[in-house]
């Protein structure tokens, strides 16, 4: 398979968010009244933009990137044309400036380690066209049955002895309707990777509000669900559901109170407005994901783009770079793709603010970094190893002055506030 799918490739807190807010991207402005609890006892969230994080008046003669360099939180209020502007700063002075955002915001000396696992390989009635888990595509792919409950607990802790902190499950399904099976199986698995200290996340393709919730009381941390591309270029690389499917997916994750972690896929024969689209779609939505893997397609023989040419790297930097400043809060996850990147665009991809890696011996159905090699790899970076539960905001002083200027942006306590959502 392409990339993670559901695309996995792969995670905001309980939200009575305006569903519309979600999806009327291009011409309304919708403030949505938002109640959030976090949950402390995972210390994960969603990125919240609270209202004192919203656009001040630039004066005349600053900059976007200016501005967004002084920014205290993340702010939702993002336009296509602010992106492009930073997106489009020469590629030197855009990594320079991503990296301090980075410092600013996490501990730039820990990367996550999370690990992937097909639970449920094949046989998917979607078209994506990168995939090769579709069974519409002549890939050779063998569809199988879920895995069993052993299977996984051995996985999960193969990957947590070997430093990471995150297990991921993917299904290759549409959804979950008619799975209750599936799902009981899955909700148990999902108790026993958390009890193992482990943050979970899964993807399942896309979920109600109410089968989310389920989820998220079996233990969930996160559930990945990809927007993919831009909202423009979607179409031609899914036919089979919508954009605004994924974001109704995206919102019951986020009502249920789990982190969501969505991303998107580069090198889908997409041009550059639409990496710009896809950080305008994440970074517009109520809340940033707590999660946005940045995958690069890796092409199968027998998918629609099996034949694509690889994308161009300072163009994923690019992508990268500008995420961790309209995102100055998520994790940045590199996906799929990864290992055809050298050590060095690794560590570039590091520096302009990628700060997580899926490890392992497999992604879903394409190869993966494994374990000692990763370890090599961050180690002659001067890199570390996140822990479960431990992100953000670990740079001490500046946690201190925001906690000084506001109450803190992204975890803690339950608050409200209203997300203006300028679309
Ligand atoms: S074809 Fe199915 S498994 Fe593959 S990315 Fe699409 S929804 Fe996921």
Known sequence: MASLPHSAIYGISRASLSRSSYFARSTLSITAKATFKSDASQNLAAVAVP???????????????????????????????????????????????????????????????????????????????????????????????????????????????????????GAAWRDMHGRKSGLRDIKEMITEVRGMGMEVCVTLGMVTDAQARELKDAGLTAYNHNVDTSREFYPSVITTRTYDERLNTISNVDQAGLSVCSGGILGL???????IGL?????????????????????????????????????????????????????????????????????????????????????????????????????????????????????PTMAAEEQEEKPSALFGTERSFDSVSKI
């Not at 024969?269 to 990496?275: F, I, L, Q, R, V």
């Not at 520096?351 to 002659?380: H, I, P, Q, Y």
């Open 279 to 395: 950080l305008y779609t994440l970074s517009t939505l109520p809340s940033h994901p707590e999660s946005v893997p940045i995958n690069t397609l890796v092409p199968i023989p027998g998918t629609p783009l099996g034949d694509n040419k690889p994308i161009e790297f300072k163009s994923v930097l690019r992508t990268i770079a500008t995420a961790r400043i309209v995102m100055p809060k998520s994790v940045i996850r590199l996906a799929a793709g990864r290992i055809t990147l050298d050590d060095e665009k690794q560590g570039l991809c590091f520096m302009a603010g990628a700060n997580a890696v899926f490890t392992g011996e497999k992604m879903l159905t394409t190869d993966c970094s494994g374990w000692d090699e990763d370890k090599r790899l961050l180690d002659s970076w001067g890199l570390s190893p996140m822990k479960s539960f431990e992100k953000d905001n670990s740079n």
């Open 51 to 169: 209202e004192d994080h919203q656009p001040t008046p630039t004066p005349s003669n600053e900059t976007v990137l200016e501005r967004a360099l002084k920014a205290s939180g993340p702010r939702n209020t993002w336009t296509r044309e602010e992106i492009q502007e930073i997106y489009e700063t020469p590629l030197m002075d855009l990594v320079y400036h991503a990296s301090t955002v980075h410092r600013k915001f996490h501990d730039p000396s820990k990367i996550q380690l999370c690990t992937l696992l097909s639970i449920k390989t094949g046989g998917c009635t979607e078209d994506c066209s990168y995939c090769a888990q579709s069974s519409r595509h002549k890939t050779g792919l063998k569809a199988s049955k879920l895995v069993t409950l052993g299977s996984v607990l051995r996985a999960a802790r193969e990957a947590r002895d070997n430093g990471s902190t995150r297990f991921c499950m």
């Open 269 to 275: 024969g997409e041009a550059k407005e639409d990496h």
